[in-house]
């Protein structure tokens, strides 16, 4: 059942926020495992693009 009724934009947003605001561990749980549902990369944890010489 999909209840967080938000953009992946949007939710990544919160995500962001809450966590810079420090709120509610469970909010923020939440939050995350919508983001881990919808198979979103949050930011930070995308794998850096290293040259190869």
Do not use: C, G, T, W
Not at 25 to 42: N, P, S, W
């Amino acid at each position: 059942m999909n209840y967080l009724n938000l953009s992946n934009d949007d939710l990544l947003e919160a995500y962001y926020q809450a966590r810079k605001l420090n709120l509610d561990k469970k909010f923020i749980q939440l939050l995350e495992e919508e983001i881990d549902r919808r198979q979103i990369v949050k930011e930070f944890e995308k794998p850096m693009s290293f040259n190869k010489e």
